[in-house]
């Protein structure tokens, strides 16, 4: 995981440091994330590294509880004010993969959060998502692709330590995981890995 001082420095002249309130780029993304997800609501959701909440926040629409974490306590507050009107969203302080809930999850989703993490701990924490899920699960994947992360002025983050591709390659394979859908594009890479395969035509009796 990257050192605290490097978000500390990227949320000390803004709120939202990344663009998800007021770029297209960021809310078209969050459209596409929300068409990806193969059922309509799920019972018990997290999100790990929610950031000042936006994914969150659209998320609390299709869950019925949901836990957003994150570990920089700036990303925190601003999270917790931007649920504040979601009762049923939980925002906790977590530094993954080491403090990974005991919990059991319908969904979990890990938004731009694998490539900042080694090699190792994204296999602890692909492991940590595979005994959380209930059967029939899902687990949610949205990774920016190439070699380095572009940071909000868009200089390249030389201590980010893997590419979008890979991070996507290494959560499949340690969570043992069918793959159900997967959007790529030049930029982002979306994907959704269950244990049950079948489709949502499949589930709905349509083929």
Known sequence: MLADHHFDALYLHSADPWGFRSRWYEQRKRALALAALPQRRYGSAIEAGC???ELAAALAERCSGLLA????EKALDLAARRLAEHGHVRVERRRLPQEWPQQRFDLAVVSELGYY???????????AIAVSLV????????????PQRVDVIYRRIDDAFLDGDRVHRILQ???GLKRLASHVEHDFRIEVWSADGRTVAQ????V
């Open 173 to 175: 394979r340690h969570t």
């Open 51 to 53: 950031a000042n909440g």
């Open 135 to 146: 059967d029939e699960g899902r687990v949610f994947m949205r990774t920016p692709r190439g």
């Open 117 to 127: 993490l080694t090699p190792s701990e994204l296999e602890r924490l692909a492991e």
């Open 69 to 72: 974490c994150d570990f920089h």
């Open 203 to 206: 589930r709905e009796g349509l």
